[in-house]
């Protein structure tokens, strides 16, 4: 699957009907292994990457950071994002995944009526491409910590292609910042340690 936008909409899918598996949707209310955050937090969290793509906009004058520049942006807005998320869970608690599915249905028809090659997203401007990788990024790291917060759900079904577009950009990230590709194979224990889900004695790491 070349088209990134089609890449993304399939991987929700996927997710979709496995987050409905009674194994997920029986435990809710347990943490997940993001400190703070239960488990149902963490599957709402999916909505405010829908909402955060419905508020971009096309820009056409412009000039877009880099991937690795963007998601710089998410360690200080740490905060704001727990407390949106939480009071998305809220909001859509007696129909999570029916919530999830209606602000997905309105995240991708925006998506795909951005027509430039420029938007403007929540953190600034950002090439239309990266700012679906973005999106990919988000759902890949969270499902993984979805999988590691509920063993007993099995491995998400996530997509060799998504996951190597994420390993991908990572490491393109990683080059960014420290002038050099990353010794580590590409993969997910590749996108625990960029995504800080494994501490690391690299100084360059976590990306975001």
């Known amino acids: 699957m070349s088209d990134p936008v089609l890449l993304l909409k399939a991987q929700w899918a996927a997710l979709r009907v496995w987050m409905a598996t009674d194994t997920i949707t029986a435990r809710l209310d347990r943490p997940s292994l993001l400190p703070g955050w239960t488990v149902a937090e963490l599957i709402a969290h999916n909505g405010q990457s829908f909402i955060a793509t419905e508020l971009t906009v096309d820009d056409p004058h412009g000039t877009p950071q880099s991937l690795r520049s963007y998601v710089a942006h998410y360690p200080a807005a740490s905060t704001e994002i727990f407390d949106a998320t939480r009071a998305l869970a809220t ?44 999106r990919l990024i988000e759902m890949v790291v969270h499902a993984d910590d979805l999988a590691r917060s509920l063993p007993e759900a099995g491995p998400p079904p996530l997509f060799d292609k998504a996951v190597a577009l994420v390993s991908d950009a990572f490491a393109r990230a990683y080059a960014e910042v420290t002038g050099t590709p990353p010794s580590y194979p590409p993969g997910l224990p590749w996108i625990r340690l960029a995504a800080g889900r494994v501490p690391s004695p690299d100084p360059a790491l976590p990306l975001l």
């Not at 909001?91 to 090659?117: K, T, V, W």
């Open 91 to 134: 909001n859509i608690r007696d129909d999570l995944l029916g919530g999830l599915d209606e602000l997905s249905e309105r995240a991708f028809a925006h998506l795909d009526s951005l027509a430039g090659p420029v938007v403007r997203g929540l953190r600034g401007c950002i090439t239309r491409e990266d700012f679906v990788l973005t």
